[in-house]
DNA sequence: GTGTTTGTTATCAA
DNA sequence: CTTGATAACAAACA
C-alpha cells in the first residue's frame, strides 16, 4: 500500500538508477496494466531514456529525453517498481548486484529493458496500478484536477492546511485520505497522524479545534518525514527498488496494531471503520 | 465459501 | 453546483 513516504523513496531510488539509461526493450506481459497501445508504447520509449522522476501524491510522472510523453506510473495497492543490474555469474553458480528474489516472477506486468543489460519490474498482484503514456496537456489537467496541498513542499503552510476544515462536515480520516485535498496521505498515515495530533479518526472535521489542526498540520510533516527516512512502511507488498523493505513499520503507532497495548498509555488499540477502511486509534489517547 | 485488505472512481443522495 | 457516503473493482490469503 505505497501512500506519500513510499512513493517518494521509489521516486528517489529511480532518480539514481534509470535516468540517463537508454531503454532497449519494452516487455509488456499484461496489457491491462498499461493504459496506451502496447505496440506504440513499446516505440515510444525504446531508444529514448528519462530524464526526470517526479512525484505529485501517490502519483509519479516521468519525462523523457526526447520524447514529449509523459510516462504517469501509479502503484495503487500492490504496485512495485524493482531495478535490477545485470547479472554477474561468479565462481560458484552464486551471483552479484542481485535482489534475492526471481525477476520477472507471475506478478510481473511490464520489463523495461536498459542497454547496458539492467532491467526495471514493474509488478502487481492486484492489477490495479497502471503505467500510462499521456501528452503534456493531458498530464498537466490531470495533476491540477485531481490533487490538493502537497504536503513537504514549501507551499503546505497552515492557514491553507486549516481552510480544508471549514464547513466539512465529514471526519478527519476522510480529510486527510481525500486526495484533491491533500496529496499522498492513505489509509496506514492517516491514522499514524490521528494517533500523533491526540485527534479520534472519526471526529468531524468542522469540531476540530484551533489547537488540534495545529497539531494535525505539525503531525502530517513530522510522520511522513520520519517514514521517509525509514524508507517507508512494508506492511504487505511495499518493497523498494532493490526489492527492500522499508523499516517505518516497526515505528507504527497504532495501525495493524488492534488488541495490542498503546505504547503510551498500554491501553488496548482499537479497531472500526471509518470512511470505510480499517481505522486504528486508541480511545484513551485520542479524543 | 467467507471475510478482509485499500486507492480510486462511479454512483446515488442530500 | 457541491459535498458526502457507500459500493465496486481486483486478487490473494487466513
Redesign the pocket.
Known amino acids: ?3 506519500l513516504p513510499e512513493v517518494e523513496t521509489i521516486r528517489r531510488d529511480l532518480e539514481e538508477k534509470i535516468v540517463g539509461k537508454k531503454i532497449a526493450a519494452v516487455f509488456i506481459l499484461a496489457k ?1 496494466s498499461v493504459h496506451y497501445p502496447a505496440t506504440k508504447f513499446s516505440d515510444v520509449l525504446i531508444g529514448d531514456s528519462f530524464s526526470n522522476i517526479n512525484r505529485r ?3 509519479l510522472y516521468c519525462s523523457f529525453r526526447k520524447n514529449l510523453l509523459f510516462l504517469l506510473i ?4 500492490t504496485g512495485q517498481l524493482i531495478f535490477r543490474q545485470k547479472k554477474k555469474i561468479i565462481a560458484g553458480g552464486h551471483s552479484l548486484g542481485c535482489i534475492d528474489f526471481e525477476l520477472p516472477n ?2 510481473t506486468r511490464v520489463v523495461i529493458k536498459f542497454s547496458d543489460g539492467s532491467e526495471l519490474f514493474f509488478n502487481d ?4 496500478g497502471y503505467l500510462k503514456l499521456v501528452t503534456a496537456e493531458e498530464k498537466d489537467k490531470i495533476l491540477k484536477n ?1 490533487f490538493g496541498i502537497e504536503p513537504l513542499t514549501p507551499g503546505f503552510k497552515y492557514p491553507l492546511f486549516a481552510q480544508l476544515f471549514n ?5 478527519i480520516k ?2 486527510l ?3 484533491k485535498l491533500i496529496a ?1 496521505i ?3 498515515y ?1 491514522d499514524e497522524v490521528c494517533f500523533c495530533a491526540g485527534v479520534r479518526p472519526d471526529r ?3 469540531k476540530i479545534t484551533e489547537t488540534e489542526k495545529k497539531k494535525i498540520f505539525n503531525c502530517i510533516n513530522k510522520v511522513l518525514k520520519l517514514s521517509i527516512a525509514h524508507r517507508g512502511t512494508t ?2 507488498s511495499y518493497v523498494d527498488c532493490d526489492g527492500k523493505t522499508g523499516s517505518f513499520v516497526s515505528l507504527l503507532k497504532v ?2 496494531r488492534v488488541g495490542e497495548k498503546c505504547y503510551r498509555c498500554k491501553s488496548i488499540i482499537q ?1 472500526i ?1 471509518a ?4 481505522t486504528h486509534f486508541c480511545l484513551k489517547c485520542q479524543k
Do not use: D
Request: aromatic fraction near 8%; charge should be positive.
Open positions: 500500500m505505497p501512500e491491462k501524491g501517490k502519483l501509479h502503484l495503487k495497492m507471475k506478478f498482484l492486484r492489477r490495479f485531481s464547513n466539512r462536515k465529514t471526519n476522510a480529510l485520505m481525500n486526495q499522498g492513505g489509509n496506514i492517516a468531524k472535521a468542522n506492511f504487505n495501525y495493524g479497531k471503520r470512511a470505510g477502511r480499517g
